[in-house]
């Protein structure tokens, strides 16, 4: 077997895919939580028969999302760690300690989202008996209430994250 490299193939920039990865996650938690759920909520969606199945369909998707953007960016933050230039361990932002305990916390978050919270309040949400008026479960406002603990928490955390590798793209004399 012959394999052969090809020398004009640059590698992947992967600072630079850190921060897209982070700030479209950002961005896009900061629409659905400020923008498209409250949308959602004022135009009657809690009080519709099918809200658990419509809620679970929107974050299914988004919860996924999350997940790769979560898988990227501690990918990236540990190739960056481990690459040699001249920015080092103490300097850099994206090569510290924090970016990657801050990554693992997002990355967990979105984890949780996805196999633990979004299934239990879509099953919460389902109408099980359709000749009964639907009522808001009792569990939900807890469920709600941890959703936005987390979401704060993932909202300060990427938020630090960027700034931690924002920071490396500043010149080394400032």
């Not at 193939?9 to 659905?32: E, G, R």
């Not at 009657?44 to 997940?67: C, H, K, P």
């Not at 959703?147 to 700034?163: D, F, I, M, P, T």
């Amino acid at each position: 077997m012959n394999i052969s490299s090809n020398p004009r193939l640059k590698p992947a920039n992967w600072h630079n895919l850190v921060l897209f990865a982070i700030a479209f996650w950002f961005s896009s938690s900061v629409l659905i939580d400020f923008l498209i759920m409250p949308g959602l909520f004022v135009s009657g969606m809690m009080s519709q028969d099918n809200f658990g199945t419509a809620g679970y369909s929107l974050f299914w998707l988004f919860n996924r999302v999350e997940i790769l953007c979560g898988a990227v960016v501690l990918t990236g933050l540990l190739v960056l760690r481990h690459q040699r230039d001249e920015s080092s361990v103490l300097v850099s932002g994206t090569r510290s300690r924090w970016s990657l305990e801050l990554a693992g916390v997002l990355l967990g978050i979105a984890l949780i989202y996805t196999y633990l919270l979004t299934p239990t309040m879509s099953a919460l949400g389902m109408p099980l008996d359709l000749f009964q008026p639907q009522e808001i479960p009792a569990g939900m406002n807890q469920m709600h209430a941890l959703y936005w603990a987390l979401e704060g928490v993932k909202l300060v955390a990427s938020a630090l994250l960027l700034r931690l590798c924002y920071s490396d793209l500043q010149p080394a004399d400032q």
